[in-house]
């Protein structure tokens, strides 16, 4: 978040954005489709990840993609290559995706395919430890990356990320015999700062985790076909 | 940098710490400080750069740091050791240092040390790819880190700090060898945007890059006498 020399300004710039993630979230409701925001720093591995999981699970759930970047269609042309809808939103000069911004993906989404048929939309966050925490876009819930080369006192000096995130994942496991990280230590800075988060340990070179990944994402459609059905009844 | 509905208001906001890196500025100035803004991703290793620095300069120049960090003051504590000033700054939910809070840090240091003997003055800022690229604070020169773990697209992809840079540090080349990145291709998106930027490939681990990293420093301060003289001549 910026300061903006006006606590008042933040406050509406805030409150506008939730008001845009209210609504956002109503049409992801009405079209049955899950949304989970995925968020880390730049280059903790949040597009190998999306690559790895529209490759596993293309065939067994109906996916898109509104992918977030200040500038260029890089990772949005990656993803393009597995078949799936992805929506790319150069953000400019911004630091984060906001409701706004992805209200125009879901438009654009529900212009160009039918989204009652979709069951899962990621939102790829441009990558930034800091202000996309703060900004909902009207998700379900929110997945975090961290690094293992990040080190392991970051969960301490950038809270709100940890505080946020539903699921973290710490990715590039494999690289760790290589550094001088102290893997229990930085889960426990976790936990000070989120003690229900569910973590996840993950390599996308060795497939370290990504069945557990899965497997989480899995549920979170179900819990939110759960909560559908007992709307209903 | 946030969206804030209002283009006027973030003109006045980037206008407003334009002002106040100016007044930071003339004070460097009138001191014969240089002052080096030293900035990338979080975990990409900003602060042990500072502390292979401090520890090899330290008897050759008088250094200072302004150390940012949203909270906690652990990075603050580890160059302590190395028995220069640090001045802490917290910026709470901001995720970049702006020259207001430099400014405070700037005036602490004043009071409790003789400016006037110090030649050199590290600002390390917040770990954020994006918002202090757009921010001065009254520096001489902008630092910029990449980790080789984050990927040779980034340039590409956060133009505005590589854009920004008058030094880029290629960081942790020892773990190179473990990843699938191209070097060259790193370097030649780097060049794409910004042509005359120094890139020193370097390893705090290894001490590949150290030297000519410290050279750099020097001549940065050198540069700077030259054009006090070239004033009052």
Chains 1, 2 share one sequence.
Not at 71 to 94: C, F, M
Not at 97 to 105: E, F, I, R
Not at 207 to 232: K, M, N
Request: net charge negative; with cysteine; proline share 4%.
């Amino acid at each position: 978040m910026h300061q903006t020399f006006d606590a008042a300004l933040e406050i509406n710039l805030l409150h506008a954005n939730q008001a845009g993630a209210d609504h956002n979230r109503a049409h992801f409701d009405e079209w049955g489709i899950t949304c989970l925001n995925v968020m880390s720093s730049p280059g903790a591995g949040k597009t190998v990840l999306l690559e790895r999981t529209l490759a596993a699970l293309n065939q067994e759930l109906k996916i898109a993609v509104i992918e977030g970047d200040m500038t260029t269609e890089l990772d949005a042309e990656r993803l393009r290559q597995y078949g799936v809808p992805v929506i790319a939103i150069n953000t400019g000069r911004s630091c984060h995706l906001d409701s706004q911004m992805v209200s125009g993906g879901i438009h654009t989404l529900a212009q160009e395919y039918n989204p009652s048929e979709l069951e899962l939309v990621f939102v790829e966050n441009v990558g930034n430890l800091v202000c996309p925490a703060e900004f909902e876009v009207g998700e379900h819930a929110k997945v975090a990356l961290l690094s293992v080369t990040e080190g392991e006192d970051k969960p301490l000096k950038y809270p709100v990320m940890f505080q946020e995130a539903d699921c973290l994942l710490i990715t590039k496991t494999d690289l760790a015999p290589y550094l001088d990280i102290d893997l229990h230590r930085l889960e426990s800075n976790v936990r000070q700062m989120n003690p229900h988060v569910r973590i996840i340990p993950l390599s996308a070179k060795t497939g370290e985790g990504l069945e557990q990944w899965f497997d989480w994402v899995r549920t979170q459609i179900q819990s939110l076909q759960i909560e559908e059905l007992a709307i209903q009844a």
